[in-house]
T-cell receptor, first 113, second 111 residues
Framework: DAGVIQSPRHEVTEMGQEVTLRCKPISGHDYLFWYRQTMMRGLELLIYFNNNVPIDDSGMPEDRFSAKMPNASFSTLKIQPSEPRDSAVYFC???????????FGPGTRLLVL | SQKIEQNSEALNIQEGKTATLTCNYTNYSPAYLQWYRQDPGRGPVFLLLIRENEKEKRKERLKVTFDTTLKQSLFHITASQPADSATYLCALEHNNNDMRFGAGTRLTVKP
């Protein structure tokens, strides 16, 4: 398996624009997690899914953020409208069991100007 | 409030020495605790998992301890090498559903 795949790897956009981040989890993994990492706040859990259903979105910072998982092999994290403070590295991870080993993707480095 | 604290942002040691990283937590009761390694520009990579009923776990040059009374985990790298230089994150099981991560300790092993 190729591991968790994320795209794009880098994204530069202007404030107010919509940003969509994409993730393909490892095949067979029922759990998918979205994290945001910054120097100030470290690695923060934004939302996670079990069998394509959002379970806990309490980490989503505000209504500008939304996440979907239309099928077992694809998830998106959308920011609309984007703001400079959203600049961070966004990671997607998947696992067989929620609290066991998580496999992280390479991340998307987002810069909002 | 819940906190996960990892000792010092950065730790510098000499090659061949043992590196010891600390993870302290408050207001968590994790059934598991994990350690991950993160290299610059990459996602975290799983290293070890230790359960609440295990005192110690080893994997090659790595050793992890878990003291639920002290609410602390120690992560040791023996005979450290420059290739061990990375950021190490501890992660706690949270409500049997997900993991919460510490901020990490950046380890530099000097030749």
């Amino acid at each position: 398996d190729a591991g968790v795949i994320q795209s794009p790897r880098h994204e530069v956009t202007e404030m107010g624009q919509e940003v969509t981040l994409r993730c393909k989890p490892i095949s067979g993994h029922d759990y998918l997690f979205w994290y945001r990492q910054t120097m100030m706040r470290g690695l923060e859990l934004l939302i996670y899914f079990n069998n394509n259903v959002p379970i806990d979105d309490s980490g989503m910072p505000e209504d500008r953020f939304s996440a979907k998982m239309p099928n077992a092999s694809f998830s998106t994290l959308k920011i609309q409208p984007s703001e400079p403070r959203d600049s961070a590295v966004y990671f997607c991870a998947s696992s067989l069991v929620p609290s066991e080993t998580q496999y992280f993707g390479p991340g998307t480095r987002l810069l909002v100007l | 409030s819940q906190k996960i604290e990892q000792n010092s942002e950065a730790l510098n040691i000499q090659e061949g020495k043992t590196a010891t990283l600390t993870c302290n937590y408050t207001n968590y009761s994790p059934a598991y605790l994990q350690w991950y390694r993160q290299d610059p520009g990459r996602g975290p990579v799983f290293l070890l998992l230790i359960r609440e009923n295990e005192k110690e776990k080893r994997k090659e040059r790595l050793k992890v301890t878990f003291d639920t009374t002290l609410k602390q985990s120690l992560f040791h790298i023996t005979a450290s090498q420059p290739a061990d230089s990375a950021t190490y994150l501890c992660a706690l099981e949270h409500n049997n559903n997900d993991m919460r991560f510490g901020a990490g300790t950046r380890l530099t092993v000097k030749p």
